[in-house]
C-alpha cells in the first residue's frame, strides 16, 4: 500500500488507456502495480483514448485525474469543424455513441443506487435535443495573464501574455484562447472574441493573474435570447486601473461590431480573489442598451437578466417541459393524498413550470422557492404573460407551510426541479409529509434523483415512469423527468407521518 501512496499521490503525472465510462463521463483506466491493477477514473474521457493526466485526488481503492492532454484519439471519434474546448469533451463522438454512452449509464445508476431491477418497465425512453450544435444560450469566459493559443503544443509550458477563452484542460491558472467557434454557443459572437481581446489589451490594463491575484480584465459574461436573436454582454474587471478604462468606447466598438444584435453592455466590478463571476460586494453599470434579453417557451415571455436562472438550452427546455406537463395532467388521478386542488411547484426558480401549469388549467398553482431574487422575477415574468390562477412564495416548504395552513390536505400534484445536489433528507421528509396524490420531479443529475426515490418509495411513493432529456449534448449531462404517485396502503399508514417534525 505505500507503493501505492508513492505512485498516486496528488499532481502525480500518468499516461492512461481509457478502457471504458462510468456515469457522469468518468473513463476507466487501470494501472498496474505490485498489488494489482489501480483503478483511475478520469472526467470527460472517451473510451479507447490514451490520455496524459495528473492526479487530482487518490484514495486506498482508486484515484481520478484530470485530463491535461489527449495523446491518441479514441477510434470513435470523428472530425468536427469547431475548436476543441473543456466544455464539450463530447463533441468529437457521434451523437448516436452518445446516447448509448449516457442511456447505458444512467439507467445503471437506477438499478445500482436507486434498487429499480425492473427498469425497463418504467422507462419511456430518450428525448432528443431540437439543436445538437449552438444550443446554449450563456456562456462564460476567462481573462487570463498565463495562458496559450488554441494551436500550441499542449504538453508546452504555459506562458505570459493576454489571454481569453477557457481554462485549459487540468488548470484553474491558465486559459486557452478562443479563436473561433466551439460548437456550443453563438458562432458570431464567439468569431469576434479575438478582437474583442485584441481591444482590452490595446487598453494596456493587464489580463487576471490567477496566481497573484491581480489584474483588471477578468471575465466575459454573454447571454443570448434563442427567440430574439439578441445578445446581453458583461464584463467584469477589478477597480485596479478604473480611472483608465473606458467602458463607453468598448461598449460603442460592440455596438458597431454587432449592431442590432447587441441588447446591452454591462460593466461588472468584481475585487474578490476567488475565481467566481459575481463578486460578494461587486457593482454593475449598464453602459449601453438594456439589462435584459427576452427569451419566449411555449409561448411565454421571460426576462432574462445576468443574474437570473434560466434553462441552458431552451430549445429542449420546451421539449422538457412538455413531459412535466404530461406526467402531471396525466389520468387518471390516484383516489390518494391531497384533495387535488393545489399544484405546488418545489424550487421553482423563475417560475417557468408553475406558469405553464396555470395555463393549461392546472387548478390553484403555487411556486416556491428560497431565493427571494428568482420569485420576483416570477411575479414579474407571470403579469408579463398575464398568467392567472398561481402565486410565487419566497419560503423553505415547511416554513411555507406554517405561513399559509390552509393548503394543508390540498395539494394534489408536487413538481420537484432541485439543484444538482438533490433534495436534502430533511427537505425530502417535509414533501412527503404533504400527501401530495403525484410527484413529479425534475433532476439535472439522475444520480442524486435515485438517491431519493429510495426514500420515495419508503413512504408510499411508486415511480411509474420517467424519460432521460438530452438537455446537454456534448457533456456528460443527462436530465431526467419521473412520475411518482402515492399508493393506497401509504394513505392507510398516514399516521406514521406524523412523527416527522416540522419546523
Not at 453563438?186 to 490567477?210: I, N, S, V, Y
Not at 477589478?238 to 442590432?260: I, K, N, Y
Not at 427576452?294 to 434560466?310: A, Y
Request: proline content about 5%; hydrophobic content about 40%.
Amino acid at each position: 500500500m505505500a507503493h501505492r501512496k508513492r505512485l498516486f499521490h496528488k499532481g502525480a503525472p500518468l499516461e492512461l488507456e481509457v478502457n471504458d465510462v462510468a456515469f457522469g463521463g468518468k473513463g476507466i483506466a487501470k494501472v498496474p502495480t505490485d498489488d494489482g491493477d489501480f483503478t483511475v477514473f478520469v472526467p470527460n474521457a472517451i473510451a479507447g483514448q490514451k490520455v496524459r493526466a495528473r492526479v487530482s485526488l487518490c484514495k486506498r481503492r482508486h484515484a481520478e485525474a484530470k485530463i491535461t492532454s489527449v495523446l491518441h484519439r479514441s477510434p470513435l471519434e470523428t472530425e468536427v469543424p469547431y475548436q476543441p474546448i473543456p466544455g464539450a469533451p463530447y463533441i468529437t463522438l457521434p451523437l448516436e455513441a452518445q446516447r448509448e454512452l449516457k442511456e447505458r449509464t444512467t439507467l445503471e445508476v437506477y438499478r445500482r443506487i436507486g434498487a429499480l431491477e425492473n427498469i425497463s418497465d418504467r422507462y419511456e425512453g430518450w428525448v432528443d435535443s431540437p439543436l445538437s450544435f449552438h444550443y446554449r444560450n450563456k456562456m462564460e469566459y476567462s481573462f487570463s495573464a498565463i495562458g496559450r493559443g488554441p494551436d500550441a503544443d499542449p504538453d508546452a509550458d504555459f506562458g505570459d501574455g493576454f489571454h481569453l477563452g477557457f481554462k485549459a484542460r487540468g488548470t484553474w491558472w491558465a486559459v486557452e484562447d478562443l479563436e473561433g467557434d466551439s460548437g456550443l454557443f453563438d458562432a458570431e459572437m464567439e468569431r469576434l472574441l479575438p478582437a474583442f481581446r485584441q481591444r482590452c489589451e490595446e487598453t494596456g490594463l493587464p489580463a487576471w493573474h490567477a496566481p497573484r491575484r491581480e489584474g483588471f480584465f477578468r471575465f466575459l459574461v454573454v447571454r443570448r435570447s434563442v427567440a430574439e436573436n439578441q445578445l446581453l454582454i458583461n464584463l467584469v474587471t477589478t477597480s485596479h486601473g478604473l480611472d483608465s478604462f473606458d467602458a463607453a468606447a468598448l461598449g460603442a466598438w460592440l455596438e458597431e461590431m454587432l449592431g442590432a444584435r447587441l441588447a446591452g453592455f454591462i460593466h461588472t466590478l468584481n475585487d474578490d480573489t476567488g475565481e467566481r463571476v459575481e463578486a460578494r460586494d461587486g457593482s454593475s453599470t449598464l453602459v449601453l442598451g438594456k439589462d435584459h434579453v427576452v427569451e419566449r417557451l411555449h409561448g411565454l415571455s421571460f426576462e432574462i437578466r445576468m443574474k437570473s436562472f434560466f434553462q441552458t438550452n431552451p430549445a429542449c427546455a420546451e421539449r422538457l417541459y412538455a413531459q412535466v406537463l404530461s406526467y402531471a395532467f396525466e389520468e387518471p388521478v390516484p383516489k390518494t393524498g391531497g384533495t387535488g386542488g393545489v399544484t405546488l411547484d418545489l424550487f421553482c426558480g423563475t417560475g417557468t413550470i408553475a406558469q405553464l401549469l396555470a395555463r393549461h388549467g392546472k387548478g390553484r398553482v403555487v411556486g416556491v422557492d428560497l431565493i427571494e431574487q428568482a420569485i420576483m422575477d416570477a411575479r414579474r415574468s407571470a403579469e408579463r404573460n398575464g398568467v392567472k390562477g398561481l402565486e410565487f412564495h419566497a419560503a423553505d416548504v415547511g416554513r411555507f407551510l406554517l405561513d399559509h395552513p390552509e393548503y394543508a390536505g390540498r395539494i394534489g400534484t408536487i413538481v420537484l426541479d432541485p439543484p444538482r445536489s438533490g433534495i436534502s433528507p430533511k427537505s425530502l421528509r417535509k414533501v412527503i409529509r404533504l400527501r401530495a396524490q403525484r410527484l413529479v420531479y425534475v433532476s439535472c443529475n439522475p444520480a442524486t434523483q435515485a438517491r431519493d426515490l429510495i426514500a420515495l418509495k419508503e413512504s408510499g411513493y411508486e415511480l411509474k415512469r420517467f424519460k432521460l432529456v438530452d438537455q446537454f449534448p456534448h457533456t456528460a449531462h443527462v436530465e431526467a423527468v419521473a412520475l411518482l404517485e402515492m399508493n393506497a396502503q401509504a394513505v392507510s399508514d398516514a399516521d406514521g407521518l406524523d412523527e416527522i417534525a416540522m419546523p
